[in-house]
């Protein structure tokens, strides 16, 4: 009997995209014969997941799960809504999530093992884009911790319990009650989902995007024709301004519309006896920054009619 070896499985896997565990299959029925281990995973409509690797994937979820001081974000692309709404998919989508608790970053992530089985979960998605017919990415993941506190979520548009279109975390460094701080980390992630801050405060804005900032608002305010000292008192003022709108701490605190959120926290804080610290944030919107293809349909309807 032919020995198959991990590079032999990982060649083949090159050539055809197909899975892990269907390429080792593919050779052990071909004797170690590559060329035809690759026509045997055409045969069974296997040597699909290469192709459709390129195809833009910009629908999907996010998932999150949490586990009271720990919490993870992940999202997952598919090329169609309707995919989103496959339950095999949700179900996967929700098990990398809990996996994400333990993954340091995107790639640790794709590494670790999906199940009980030898597959990754790199692989496993390869296996589902073969399965379902449609290419897969895990585009991203983030996870947030504290030590003395709570992470809390929220989904927005949510498809099934943790998956949605947005998610969102928010950590919480506290001594206080625990049941109120959830409900206060689970209002502020809603908040977060509304009002999209770049950072905790403005010391936390990269000084780049504050410089690209302070650019426009200088062109701006120079249209108006007025003295460079003038100038610079006009940008200083839109500056003060734009982090207001940027910086969480300084946005106008989206569940009773009046409140800074720092002044709500402060409230907060004096309703379970304890100080309350934003330690962190996350919020995933699916598909955003993926630039999607405008396509013809009509176009695409009567080039599959006419076979060309």
Known sequence: MTTVTAAMVKELRGKTGAGMMDCKTALTENAGDMEAAVDWLRTKGLSTA??????????????LYTDANRGALVEINSETDFVARND???????TIAKLSLDAEDTDALSAMPYG??????????KEMVGSIGENMVLRRSERLQVSDG?????????AAPGLGKIGVLVAL????????????ARKLAMHVAAANPLAVSQEGIDPAVIER?????????????????????????????????????????????ESKVA????AAASEIGSEIKITGFARF???????????????EVAAAVTGS
């Open 173 to 184: 460094e506290s001594s206080g009650d625990k049941g109120k701080l959830e409900d206060i």
């Open 88 to 94: 095999q998919f949700q179900d996967m989508v929700s």
């Open 213 to 257: 900032e302070r650019a426009v608002l200088s062109e701006q305010a120079r249209e108006s024709g007025k003295p460079e000292n003038i100038i610079e008192k006009m940008v200083e003022g839109r500056l003060r301004k734009y982090y207001e709108e940027v910086a969480l701490l300084s946005q106008v605190y989206v569940i009773d519309g």
């Open 285 to 299: 919107a699916l598909g955003e920054g993926v630039e999607k293809k405008e396509g013809d349909f009509a176009a």
């Open 50 to 63: 290469a192709k459709k690797a390129g195809r833009v994937a910009a629908e999907g979820l996010v998932g």
């Open 116 to 125: 009980k089985g030898d597959l990754s979960v790199e692989d496993y998605l």
């Open 263 to 266: 002044d709500a926290l402060k």
């Open 150 to 158: 709570v992470v809390g979520s929220y989904v927005h548009n949510a």
